[in-house]
């Protein structure tokens, strides 16, 4: 039992690590804003999820917009951004591990990676409209948004880029779970 908590802490800590990493080489996708970056820092985290269960993904998450508000900081003095990263990263890796576990085949990783593309993309979409865009607003002290504009953004920009960024994230992880399909399956049941 001792053995395989410390197998548990010191994947979820090198899983973070990467992840961090991952989350540094972001880029922007014309023709979005350039605030909205993509990168592939969800793939570890939802390793670590599909392996070790779905806290050691949220953790992952969580370690990785840490380190990265410690080590760039926010424009806003306050980790919105960071915190709109975690929420986009639990929004997608947890519909991908129930879904996946109700049928743990490549075709259920398919409609996994669907499901957590679908449940992101609307969910930020809901959470930028109500809560994160007037955050970022407040604290940059910028003139707030209009309903109708804020509804434009988030139905023209930020919508399709969680789609297409959820589904970038699917092809590459599933691209990576083909590969480790077997020893992601023996590292779940040790």
Same mark, same amino acid.
């Given at each position: 039992?001792?053995?395989?908590?410390?197998?548990?802490?010191?994947?979820?800590?090198?899983?973070?690590?990467?992840?961090?990493?991952?989350?540094?080489?972001?880029?922007?996708?014309?023709?979005?804003?350039?605030?909205?970056?993509?990168?592939?820092?969800?793939?570890?985290?939802?390793?670590?999820?599909?392996?070790?269960?779905?806290?050691?993904?949220?953790?992952?998450?969580?370690?990785?917009?840490?380190?990265?508000?410690?080590?760039?900081?926010?424009?806003? %003095?306050?980790? #919105?951004?960071?915190?709109?990263?975690?929420?986009?990263?639990?929004?997608? !890796? /947890? +519909?991908? $591990?129930?879904v996946y576990k109700?049928?743990?085949?490549?075709?259920?990783?398919?409609?996994?990676?669907?499901? %957590?593309?679908? #449940?992101?993309?609307?969910?930020?979409?809901?959470?930028?409209?109500?809560? !994160? /865009? +007037?955050? $970022?607003t407040l604290f940059l002290n910028a003139?707030?948004?209009?309903?109708?504009?804020?509804?434009?953004?988030?139905?023209?920009?930020?919508?399709?880029?969680?789609?297409?960024?959820?589904?970038?994230?699917?092809?590459?992880?599933?691209?990576?779970?083909?590969?480790?399909?077997?020893?992601?399956?023996?590292?779940?049941?040790?």
């Amino acid at each position: 039992m001792r053995n395989k908590k410390i197998r548990v802490l010191t994947s979820v800590g090198l899983l973070s690590t990467l992840s961090y990493l991952l989350m540094l080489l972001n880029f922007p996708i014309p023709p979005f804003p350039s605030f909205l970056m993509i990168d592939f820092s969800e793939i570890p985290a939802l390793i670590a999820a599909i392996v070790f269960g779905p806290l050691a993904g949220i953790t992952v998450e969580f370690i990785k917009n840490v380190l990265n508000f410690l080590a760039a900081g926010s424009p806003t %003095g306050v980790p #919105v951004g960071h915190i709109a990263n975690f929420t986009a990263g639990v929004t997608f !890796i /947890l +519909p991908v $591990y129930y879904v996946y576990k109700k049928f743990e085949s490549k075709k259920g990783m398919t409609i996994a990676l669907i499901a %957590g593309t679908i #449940v992101m993309a609307v969910m930020m979409s809901v959470l930028n409209y109500y809560v !994160i /865009l +007037p955050a $970022y607003t407040l604290f940059l002290n910028a003139p707030a948004m209009t309903a109708p504009e804020t509804k434009q953004l988030v139905v023209t920009a930020i919508l399709p880029f969680n789609f297409i960024k959820g589904m970038a994230m699917a092809v590459v992880f599933f691209f990576i779970y083909s590969r480790i399909q077997v020893w992601m399956k023996k590292q779940s049941m040790a």
